[in-house]
């Protein structure tokens, strides 16, 4: 048999009032009594009857998480940190795939999994960066990612410009005069490959370096295949290149490995860098320097913030940049 909230008040000789009161963090509660509640909850075993509490607060404990996709490592891994937020959080997640596509994006907005979820953070891409009208929602929301600025809701987002400003910084750093960028994008508005292509012109202006259209390569998707593909396309051309920042990590692996393939000796030769962080990154050879773009820092702040509006937080909408980190590796180590 379960225990019950009565079973609990009797042993710590309170009300059961009170008992919920500890139970859901009110803070008018003398320490004491708090004490005296925990403790017996504790030896007793008292576990919260969860679907109960949600039904009585009309409330499913459930959010919902829109992606792009999971194939790519960075969204597989941050789909693990906002699962690991809400499970810390006593919530649940339901996630969902768009592929980019408008057509995903808006069936999600409008989908019947909202009536099982209590707000939803999504990643609007497939939508147009105008379209912020379509994030005006009846329910909790906080838009994720670099497609939409500006829209009815709190936006978390990572550093792009800045953070790509930084890798380029730093390759620059290390004596590298002819830095390479692969995954422009042809006709993009908004998104993440403008932002770091950005941070990428903002940083050879800052070090002093001529800017060369050459040394710009479009890569779409952003793929260990495409990554290659760019970097047999500079070698095929002929173009002087010491160093290399990939607008993602897939991409820097797929360079990494395409630069073995040609004999290219990595980092004395050429330099790379890429952007996300992921797992891989570290374990690869050599190891992959990268831009950590602060992951868990927006799965945390995100969910929080979509729980304080579920909570009926009314406070205008806010746009939050997590911090990023340089994270120097065998890649771009000091040159022999």
Known sequence: MSVTMKEVAERA???ISTVSNVLNGYAHIRPKTRARVEAAIEELGYR???PARQLRIGRT???GLALPELSLAYWGEFADSVMRAAQSREIGVL???TDAC???VLE??????RRITDGLLVVPNGLEPHETDLLDVPYPLVVLGERIFGAPADHVTMANTEGARAAVAHLASRGCRRIATLGA???EVMGSATLRLRGYHEALADAGLPEDPDLVVTANPWTRATGAAAVRELLARGIDVDAIFAMNDAMALGALHELHRQGVEVPNEVAVIGFDDIGDAEYYEPALSSIAPGRDEIAERAVDMLLARIAGETAEPRLVLADYQVMERQSTAVRR
């Not at 999600?108 to 999994?113: A, E, M, N």
Request: aromatic share 4%; proline share 4%; net charge neutral.
């Open 61 to 63: 404990g459930v959010i």
């Open 95 to 97: 996630i969902e795939v």
């Open 185 to 187: 994008r042809e006709g």
């Open 102 to 104: 408008r057509k995903r």
């Open 108 to 113: 999600v907005l409008d989908s019947p999994y």
């Open 48 to 50: 919260v009857n969860m």
């Open 13 to 15: 000789e309170v009300s």
